[in-house]
């Protein structure tokens, strides 16, 4: 097919051996993060190289996503339906299931720099082809491995009145720096190939994610087998998330700047973020109940309780759902410009958004232009509304349409003409979101997809290196970035936080890695670097380890993300610890004032025999309540489910599989040691059914009518399951 005087290829063959033809069969293939894999195609090689073993295959890329399936027999039974009601529709990523079960072909290696969280964590391949850098170091650990492949999804242009263009939308994170580095490649001698993959199922974003088809060498499109974009489905968020999210949320300056990441606690933080906003009156009432002025006042000096008058500016490496509901919501609107002295004016609060002849008046005392106007005053003041489109320069004057209007500020008949005739009624060309990826469920694709032209105009795909460093960027320099990024709160999760300020978010102490750093470090630096910005960790207090519970706030650990010199704010359901330019003494006991009430003590007779703390110290009576039941009375006196649900923005699960899926956690729970395991499977011979209230989700399981004995014992493990969790209401078959 030929579009635009381009050739597309229809035909994945053809586009591998286009590939081969071009590069050779010592392929180095780079693949975006996440969801702009282009699989038709990534497969299509794939196979060739499992077919031809001269081929050598090295995939370089993060976050390969695959439907989950579940370990044992109760959780596939579980996982079975759910993964073929959202991903049935999507073909799998061939390799990444190859890695999966390790079996790989000796021809082909897979390197990511970023994993989903645990999967590989037994995985001795991809430990150990595992790459360990920052996201804003990708593109370079690219090029210098020797990348000479590069395919991605992306979005025609054609449909969106951008003939001859194609949008990286999901992925110009890094694409949009790695392109040119293979041209620079190709024109020092190296043969490269940059390939296309058109997905019409793949929101449109213009701005810098819209860029030249030309820019492929390869572009395939086949709309036939075009295929449903990968989901990442909502979460439940826990009570003790949504007093996590509720304390971050205290900390949001109005007409700041938010990054925040995937996973329930960053949805806790935009749910309670929209009740703070719309719904103010009881939010501060939380907020009094809480007491959080009293026992965190880093809240009043930082934060804010008001609605968010002004707005929020998104600047975050992933574009979240969160976002997009945030801006629904009319609080993600607070819009930066490209422009480091305007911005600067704008944050000053000496130009607003609406346009007067006062605007003029102080851009031209700035010297950003001159009177009378020029040429090159009238084209920059027309690219941002400030002078309406139809306004032309011809002759030393002002022409709109047939009138001609004197371009000198000082005269009074010309400022009012200019008032009349030339000025836009508003700042026009802001972007509210600057986001590198993006990830999420159907229904937030769906509402991408579905954005006014003017809503999309304000959401800007960007480089990664743009959003997570402060370094200059052909997008923008250090000081526009400083500019827009006013009041920044850079809220990331960690998995355990050491007394001494260091986070650990990526791996375990052993050497093996969960997930990756991605931009974490990038962003607690910026905070540490920006003025009056704060880089916010939060977790959870504890987790449940082989049947017991742990906490997570730990006195020491062999291995960190985040070094302790670049401590700042830690927030868990229990409160907020400011730990910025504080002595360590302090340190210590702020971070074990917020951990659980079970670990307090021991963490401090471990801070007190270090002699980091004062050894008369006692932990004082307000301390003591950090407790599982403390929460539970907190969030039903904050309201419950009626103002924190579990699923604010929806969810994917049926109620059938809620009530499964809280049974089969709760069982794997009770089995995680091996005396569990027996005790369990003791009780589960003796679980029984007489009354039927467990048949339908007997069926939706496969097992009510179970064969032979493993059946019959999985039975009765669900039965155990249900039966250790409350009774379950009417389920019915109702879907969420």
């Known amino acids: 097919m030929t579009v635009n005087g381009r050739q597309r290829l229809s035909d994945t063959e053809r586009c591998v051996d286009e590939v081969i033809r071009r590069v050779g069969k010592t392929i180095t293939l780079g693949l975006p993060l996440g969801l702009g894999k282009p699989v038709r195609f990534v ?20 976050l390969s996503l695959l439907a989950p399936a ?50 590989y964590l037994n995985n001795r391949s991809q430990q150990q082809n595992y790459v360990s850098t920052n996201y804003t170091h990708a593109v370079r650990d690219l090029v210098d491995l020797g990348v000479n492949v590069v395919a991605q999804m ?19 994170d890094l694409s949009l720096d790695l392109l040119p580095r293979l041209r620079e490649r190709e024109a020092a001698g190296t043969p490269v190939a940059i390939v296309g993959e058109i997905n019409r199922q793949l929101p449109w974003f213009g701005r810098d994610a819209a860029i030249p088809e030309d820019q492929f060498d390869v572009m395939f499109e086949h709309q036939a087998s075009e295929y449903p974009l990968f989901s990442a489905p909502q979460m439940a968020i826990s009570p003790a998330d ?30 309670s973020a929209f009740l703070r906003h719309k719904h103010n009156d009881s939010w501060r009432a939380i907020f009094d109940h809480l007491k959080v002025a009293e026992h965190f006042p880093l809240a009043e000096k930082v934060g804010g309780t008001g609605a968010f008058e002004k707005g929020l500016y998104g600047c975050s490496e992933m574009m979240v759902d969160g976002f997009l509901y945030l801006m629904e919501a009319g609080i993600l609107r607070r819009e930066v410009h490209d422009h480091a002295d305007l911005q600067i004016l704008i944050n000053n ?37 400030i002078l309406c489109d139809a306004v032309e320069f011809k002759g030393g004057r002002l022409r709109i349409g047939e009138r001609s209007l004197d371009a000198d500020l000082d005269d009074p ?27 999420g469920p159907q229904q937030f694709y769906q509402s991408l997809r579905e954005l006014s032209d003017a809503d999309r105009d304000l959401i800007c795909m960007t480089s990664v290196s743009f959003i997570n460093h402060l370094y200059d960027h052909r997008f923008g320099n250090q000081r526009l970035k400083a500019a827009q990024r006013i009041h920044s709160r850079f809220i990331n999760t960690a998995m355990m936080y050491t007394l001494s300020g260091a986070a650990i978010s990526d791996g375990l102490e052993d050497g093996r890695v969960i997930s990756g750093v991605g931009g974490q470090y990038n962003f607690v630096a910026m905070a540490h670097e920006l003025p009056d910005a704060r880089s916010i960790i939060t977790l959870r ?27 700042d704010v830690v927030i868990t359901e229990y409160g907020i610890a400011d730990l910025r330019g504080q002595p360590d003494e302090q340190v210590y006991l702020r971070l074990i004032r917020i951990a659980d009430s079970s670990f307090q003590q021991g963490l401090l007779a471990q801070a007190q025999r270090a002699g980091k703390v004062d050894a008369t110290f006692r932990l004082p009576a307000s301390w003591r309540n950090n407790t599982p039941a403390s929460i539970t009375k907190a969030f039903a006196a904050a309201g419950g489910q009626d103002w924190f649900p579990a699923f604010p923005f929806g969810r994917d699960f049926t109620d059938q599989e809620l009530v499964l899926g809280k ?13 569990g395991k027996v005790w369990a499977l003791l009780q589960a011979i003796r679980a029984k059914d007489d009354e039927g209230r467990f048949t339908e989700l007997l069926k939706r399981m496969g097992l009510n009518q179970p064969s032979g004995l493993r059946e019959k014992l999985d039975q009765r493990l669900v039965i155990h399951g249900l039966q250790l969790t409350e009774n379950p209401p009417d389920t019915g078959n109702s879907k969420a």
């Open 43 to 62: 497969n299509a090689l794939y196979q060739r190289a499992k077919d031809d073993p001269e081929i050598n295959l090295h995939i370089f890329t993060a």
């Open 70 to 119: 579940g370990s044992s027999s109760l959780e596939k039974r579980f996982m079975a339906p759910f993964a073929e009601r959202l991903y049935g529709d999507i073909p799998e990523l061939h390799y990444a299931r190859d890695v999966l079960k390790n079996r790989l072909p000796p021809n082909v290696q897979v390197s990511e720099f970023f994993f989903k969280a645990g999967s």
């Open 154 to 172: 992306v979005s025609p242009g054609e449909l969106h009145d951008a003939p001859g263009m194609v949008s990286l939308s999901c992925n110009p």
């Open 242 to 271: 949504h007093l996590i999210g509720f304390y971050a949320s205290t900390l949001l300056k109005d007409g700041g700047t938010l990054q925040l990441g995937i996973g329930s606690l960053g949805a806790a933080l935009v749910h």
């Open 349 to 385: 609060g000496d130009i607003g958004e609406l346009v007067s002849l006062e605007t003029l008046d102080v851009l031209r005392r700035e010297g950003l232009i001159d009177s009378p106007m020029r040429a090159r005053d009238v084209a920059w003041l027309t690219q941002y509304g």
């Open 413 to 439: 008949e010309a400022r009012e003409a200019i008032a009349a005739l030339a000025l836009g009624e508003r700042l026009t060309g802001g972007v509210a979101m600057h986001g590198g990826f993006y990830v």
């Open 541 to 567: 207090s504890t987790r449940e380890t082989k049947g017991a519970v742990v906490s997570n706030i730990v006195f020491n650990y062999g291995h960190c993300t985040i070094p302790r010199h670049l401590r």
């Open 663 to 675: 049974a089969l956690s709760k069982l794997k729970s009770e089995t995680a040691t091996r005396r």
